[in-house]
């Protein structure tokens, strides 16, 4: 974008602050990893600079008097196990949300399933070195994991917004559809034209594969063992033109050509 946005401790006015709240949702949406340099001397990749921003927006929601906020999040997944598991970019976020709670802000948290969108980028398919086909390396076993496509979530705030009584103090989980890897596969199997099998790896030898967040990604699997709630049937009610994972592969065959 080529700005620098200032530190939250360098917004002296309201105004000067609700502006940079407004920077800061806007980035948000973007998968921003920081929103300004982590001059609080935390490590390049740190969650912590996202949550000292996220709980800033809480403050400014609250002394503002904000009537409903809407937080989207995913769990905090190690004060849920206990420390047993760590998932870094579900636990900041999680933390933000109890701090929005915490703080009596008038709100609703909304926790989204995995995005199909990632089936297309960091989860897509990858070409066997043995044979002719495609492997999807998740390590869910055969566990169903719940998914949605980032597209069908906007209509789905909008219809939280236009119904406050129902929804303000409220957490909910939202899912298009709940499918295992196989099944996964066997979509994608369709869309490319050529055959997609599930890897059946174990998240004990995926988070020994050579890439930074290896270990994390195999600790967010295990969460999603765990069955975290998700309403498949609220989703729809709230967005009843949400896609499944069949319709957004056939929407998306353009990207499947560049796997």
Same mark, same amino acid.
């Given at each position: ?108 948290? =909304? #926790?989204? %399933? ?8 960091? *989860? /897509?398919?990858?070409? !066997? ?66 055959? =997609? #099998?599930? %890897? ?8 020994? *594969? /050579?890439?930074?967040? !290896? ?45």
């Amino acid at each position: 974008m080529g700005r620098r946005y200032p530190h939250p401790d360098q917004c002296g006015k309201d105004s000067e602050r609700m502006e940079w709240v407004g920077i800061a949702a806007a980035k948000s949406l973007q998968s921003c990893p920081t929103l300004c340099d982590p001059i609080d001397g935390s490590p390049p990749g740190s969650p912590i600079p996202r949550i000292l921003q996220g709980k800033l927006v809480a403050d400014v929601a609250k002394s503002q008097g904000l009537k409903h906020v809407v937080y989207s999040g995913p769990e905090n997944v190690k004060r849920l196990t206990n420390g047993k598991l760590e998932v870094l970019h579900f636990d900041g976020k999680g933390e933000v949300e109890e701090y929005f709670w915490s703080i009596g802000v008038s709100m609703t948290s =909304v #926790r989204v %399933a995995a995005y199909f969108e990632n089936f297309l980028g960091p *989860l /897509k398919p990858v070409k !066997a070195s043995d044979g002719d086909y495609y492997t999807l390396a998740m390590p869910m076993g055969d566990v169903p994991m719940d998914g949605i496509s980032v597209a069908d979530i906007g209509a789905i705030v909008c219809s939280i917004f236009n119904s406050p009584e129902e929804f303000v103090g409220k957490a909910m989980g939202l899912s298009a559809e709940v499918l295992t890897m196989q099944q996964y596969a066997d979509i994608l199997s369709k869309g490319l034209g050529k055959e =997609v #099998r599930d %890897a059946k790896i174990t998240p004990e030898a995926y988070e020994k *594969l /050579k890439f930074p967040a !290896a270990k994390e990604m195999a600790n967010m699997c295990r969460f999603y063992q765990m069955k975290p709630d998700r309403d498949i049937k609220l989703t729809h009610r709230l967005n009843p033109k949400v896609k499944s994972f069949s319709q957004f592969i056939s929407e998306n065959q353009a990207a499947l050509k560049n796997l």
